[in-house]
């Protein structure tokens, strides 16, 4: 068999009847929403503008408001805008609207999808209370009087990190991957590079959201499945919408007799709907994510989303033509390859068995 294929009627297959509820009630709201936006992008009184801001700022806070009370009986999901003191919440604001904004170029839609990855790690592995700490010794580069060193105490998180596989789902995770990797390695007081698993995954875009297709095809996706056992398996993905790439492939690995200690999934954006498949689908999954958005359009895209992400970030591929691995890697250019040179590195191992 060269491809595993998930229909999006097995998807909703995990969802509970409150589940539903929630999310109907999600697009009730959103609905709104956008019979607000429809009158503020066609109407050029100002007063009827000003009134239909307010309309979106009270739609969207209940939206948030709601979403937060769903989510308590969720803890697997943790949403960095939902936990975070008042006095960070902009933070991630603004770098939400920043990688939402149709102007933002290339270039920047990659300096914040990398921000959003280190806030992202610090909420995934920065734990409240005590811990266990370690030190880091560096060599400064001051030699007079002598050589100077400098003494940095850091939390020791080596035993969750060193045990940690990157999965990529390609493409528009690629990037997204290498990122947290880097993180990984940052962290871990011996500079530990993880593992990489590349898998092909897409969404057949000739369907809509209610009859959607996953496919994971075998034949261009590269991992061993004895170096997946007992892992904690990380999976990096710009956005979450519907759920089905991470469960069509957990789904795969599960039927094979893979049984990793964890999941975890990194978001800049994710879709309540496509969150509660993931926590509900797949046992030890745990989601982290920058924002929570309400809603999902017919093609099941996230609303209000930020577009493609994986073309804002890599540019659009041909079709009949889509860009290898390596050739994704070579797009990014020098500088992005040599920050991320020991990524890079494992990669090429993974697909060319070098």
Not at 70 to 95: C, D, M, N
Not at 123 to 145: D, F, M, Q, R
Not at 254 to 276: C, D, E, M, T, Y
């Amino acid at each position: 068999m060269d491809k595993v294929i998930l229909s999006a009627k097995d998807l909703d297959g995990y969802l509970t009847e409150q589940d539903r509820a929630s999310i109907e009630e999600m697009h009730g709201l959103y609905d709104q929403a956008l019979a607000a936006s429809s009158v503020l992008a066609s109407t050029g009184n100002q007063n009827r503008q000003a009134e239909e801001k307010r309309r979106l700022i009270d739609l969207f806070s209940q939206m948030g408001n709601r979403m937060q009370q769903v989510l308590k009986s969720s803890p697997a999901v943790r949403v960095y805008s939902f936990e975070t003191p008042r006095e960070v919440h902009g933070e991630a604001s603004r770098l939400i609207a920043k990688l939402r904004d149709v102007r933002t170029q290339n270039h920047e839609f990659i300096y914040y999808v990398q921000r959003a990855y280190e806030l992202l790690f610090n909420l995934a592995y920065s734990a409240p209370g005590p811990e266990k700490k370690n030190h880091l010794i560096v060599n400064t580069p001051v030699a007079i009087p002598v050589q100077n060193y400098a003494v940095h105490k850091i939390p020791d998180i080596d035993e969750q990190l060193e045990n940690c596989v990157m999965c990529v789902m390609l493409r528009g995770a690629l990037l997204p991957s290498m990122i947290m990797s880097k993180e990984i390695q940052e962290y871990s007081s011996t500079g530990y590079v993880t593992p990489f698993a590349l898998f092909s995954i897409k969404r057949d875009d000739t369907k809509v959201e209610s009859n959607m297709e996953y496919i994971l095809d075998l034949r261009k996706s590269y991992f061993d499945l004895d170096s997946l056992q007992g892992k904690d398996l990380i999976f990096a993905d710009p956005m979450n919408a519907t759920g089905g790439s991470l469960v069509t492939i957990m789904g795969y690995l599960h039927g094979q007799g893979v049984k990793p200690r964890s999941v975890r999934f990194f978001n800049v954006i994710s879709a309540l709907k496509g969150s509660l498949r993931i926590i509900r689908a797949i046992p030890n999954a745990y989601l982290y994510t920058l924002w929570m958005d309400p809603a999902l359009n017919d093609a099941a895209y996230i609303m209000p989303g930020l577009g493609d992400a994986g073309d804002r970030l890599n540019g659009s591929d041909m079709p009949e033509a889509p860009r290898s691995i390596i050739q994704l890697i070579a797009d990014y250019g020098s500088t992005i390859s040599n920050l991320y040179r020991a990524q890079v590195r494992k990669i090429e191992e993974t697909v060319l068995g070098v």
